[in-house]
């Protein structure tokens, strides 16, 4: 026979036991509420949460399962709706399985939005998206597709290759060359600024891959920026102080800064390096003094941090020396 009123009684002993952690108590008298009141959703998902902190999960979803279909039955609130779905999302946490998780911590948030439901959420998510990507790197289906691209570039089928190449990335992302590989299909198609992040992203992974920086002060120069194309295409002649390529890519800056030095000294001062020495008071009282008393750059000289600010300064065309 129904009794809510005795079953209410029920659910606070159960509750004082759960709170003493007296699981075996407590179970008694959430069974006890839910046989004298079988439609209230609060007394099996309290009953669940005991099994879920005995680490009887499959128990704790079954019973929380049956509280969303009695739920449904009996109209309940969506917030109880929503609570037995995230406990069992939890129970699915617990047990490292994470899909199963976030499925049903959709479910809750679809229902209610719990600002602790909707953290956890975005966290399984995270976690679900790296083992995802982890999963699928593989070096070896990684060279395959990086074997394809080449022969699609070598063919001139620079959609195709741009393709494989983009695969190949995610099959193996600490691969420098393939993003070096995936900058030059880009610069062929004329796509300059995909060029560039890639290249930026091949020094990341390999900051000592020359290739890299050469593509990259290729791609600079596309964009009509030869002063940091020029600084790209030292710092490849630095590593490899053999590189034709590298050496070329400094004539043509050098070449492209000297027919309109105005415009280069302009995308100088706008670069946010240069604009951060320019920026600093110690430097102005520097730069002042040395417009002053030129002989003075010798003194500044020796301090090496003034010393490279200056080098930079005088790279980009912002001073000169008499």
């Not at 001139?156 to 900058?183: Q, V």
């Not at 008393?293 to 001073?319: C, Q, T, W, Y």
Request: neutral net charge; aromatic residues 8%; charged residues 35%.
């Amino acid at each position: 026979m129904v009794n809510p009123t005795e079953a209410l009684k029920e659910k606070e002993l159960g509750n004082e036991a759960y709170k003493k952690r007296d699981f075996p108590a407590a179970h008694q008298h959430y069974g006890r509420a839910i046989e004298l009141d079988p439609s209230n959703v609060t007394f099996l998902t309290n009953k669940a949460a005991v099994y879920f902190e005995e680490g009887a999960f499959d128990q704790c979803i079954q019973l929380c399962e049956k509280a969303v279909e009695i739920g449904r039955e009996q109209h309940a609130d969506y917030k109880l709706i929503a609570k037995a779905f995230a406990r069992i999302g939890n129970a699915y946490l617990k047990q490292d399985r994470l899909k199963e998780a976030l499925h049903y911590f959709d479910k809750s948030v679809s229902e209610f939005r719990d600002p602790q439901v909707v953290r956890t959420r975005q966290e399984v998510e995270k976690k679900v998206k790296e083992g995802d990507r982890l999963a699928y790197i593989n070096p070896d289906l990684a060279l395959e597709e990086k074997n394809k691209g080449n022969e699609a570039y070598q063919r001139g089928d620079f959609p195709t290759a741009l393709k494989h190449y983009t695969e190949a990335i995610k099959r193996n992302p600490e691969d420098a060359k393939l993003y070096s590989n995936r900058a030059a299909c880009y610069s062929k198609l004329m796509e300059f600024r995909y060029a560039l992040e890639d290249c930026d992203k091949c020094i990341k992974v390999d900051p000592t891959f020359v290739k890299g920086y050469i593509r990259k002060g290729t791609a600079l120069m596309a964009l009509h920026d030869p002063m940091r194309a020029m600084k790209s295409f030292e710092e490849a002649l630095r590593l490899d102080p053999n590189s034709s390529e590298a050496l070329d890519g400094i004539r043509q800056a050098n070449a492209a800064c000297d027919q309109d030095p105005s415009k280069a000294k302009e995308k100088a001062i706008n670069d946010p390096e240069i604009q951060s020495i320019l920026g600093d008071p110690a430097m102005r009282m520097i730069l002042e003094q040395m417009t002053q008393d030129p002989k003075a750059v010798r003194e500044h000289l020796k301090n090496p941090a003034i010393a490279e600010k200056i080098s930079k300064l005088l790279e980009a065309g912002v001073i000169g020396m008499r």
